[in-house]
């Protein structure tokens, strides 16, 4: 089974975009940044005023594709290679459009400098070329306004990278949830399996074993116990065909073969199975089980049935009890055994951890542990998920 999705893998997958993505927006700036210096060379008076907005426009655009291919470029080197042009074509008085370099200069650069007080000091810097250029060059341009123009531009592109960063992270987050919920899915199958699987060839062997040793000497027993085996397994067999078909998400109500879930009123015919194979167990309810809501029920189904599984193949022999107490608020079960061989303190196998999950999963609890010679499990379910379910 693959280890479970962590975290870490929201920064992997953050990290896979930002080249390709640095890589269009290059794109995109050298595109309307050519737009720009054709519209200024067009608009420019004399043929030395339009070589000098085609010289600096080149230099401009020049700027773009260099951070797109070095993506170390610092973004003072980014910012003053492209702003540069621009506030120099407007001290030249070589046409206001070439502004229009500006906020395509810090919209760049926004964009692709990861340092936020890097494109804090870009961003004011370019708010505050117009106001340096009418204070050196006093002439009637709009300045003003193109100031709030680049302030605009400058503020959208740090709106847009905040977007984008937040797609990224809800992308990631979404593919980890799904990741996870493939993972917590296997586990619940895995956990269906074992008790369902565990549980049917544990009494399946016992009835064998019963047959082994009736065979000679009662041969009507022997047949007997290995009908209920053939049973057992008939059974075992349509549960994991429903168990299988709830997975496909077919509709198998109408299905005679359909197997409905177990709840807390199958645990008399779960005790009387076993009961039947020569096991010694006793099954003692206080209150209502047809009450018990069917969440709530399969869990404490599931919690008996692997407690008399493992009592069975730890303890073979050694009496065990049940006992079920059902309340308005909770479901408390305790199945013990006395005498046999147990397993080892501290050895934990895959059904109790299941059980433990299981419990968990409805908010419960779970103890399990050796006692009075024997082994000891018990739960505390609380009610009422039935309902919401």
Known sequence: MSPTPTLGTVGLVQQSEPAALEDLWGRRAVVVAGVIGLV?????????????VL??????????????????????????????????????????????????????????????????????????????VQAISPQDWGWPFWMMGIAFGWLSSEQTRRFHAMATELTATRELLA???????????????????????????????????????????????????????????????????????????????????????????????????????DLDIAGDIDEVEPVTGLVAYRVVQESLSNSSKHAPGAPAHVAVAVAPDAVDIDVSNTGGARRERGVAGVGLVGMRERVEAVGGTLQAGPHAGGWRVRAHLPRGLGEQA
Request: hydrophobic share 55%.
């Open 179 to 281: 990741d996870q919920a493939v993972h917590l899915e296997r586990r619940r199958i895995a956990a269906e399996l074992h008790d369902l699987v565990g549980h049917s060839l544990t009494v399946v062997l016992l009835n064998l074993t019963g047959a082994r040793r009736l065979v000679r000497d009662d041969p009507d027993a022997a047949t007997d116990a290995l009908l209920q085996a053939e049973e057992v397994g008939r059974a075992s067999l349509r549960e994991i065909r429903a168990s299988a078909r709830a997975l496909r998400d077919d509709e198998g109500a109408g299905d005679p073969a359909f197997v409905p879930t177990p709840s807390a009123r199958d645990l008399p015919q779960l005790v009387a199975t076993l009961v039947s194979t020569g096991a010694r167990v």
């Open 55 to 132: 010289a600096l426009s080149v230099v401009t655009l020049a700027g773009f594709a260099a951070r797109s291919r070095w993506r170390g470029m610092p973004a003072v080197v980014l910012g003053a290679w492209t702003f540069l042009p621009a506030v120099v074509l407007g001290l030249r008085q070589r046409g206001e459009a070439t502004m229009f370099l500006l906020v395509v200069a810090v919209s760049f650069l926004v964009l692709v400098t990861p340092d936020r007080r890097a494109r804090m000091v870009a961003g004011v810097l370019a708010v505050s070329a117009p106001l340096v």
């Open 40 to 52: 200024g060379i067009v608009a420019a008076d004399g043929a030395a005023a339009r070589l000098e």
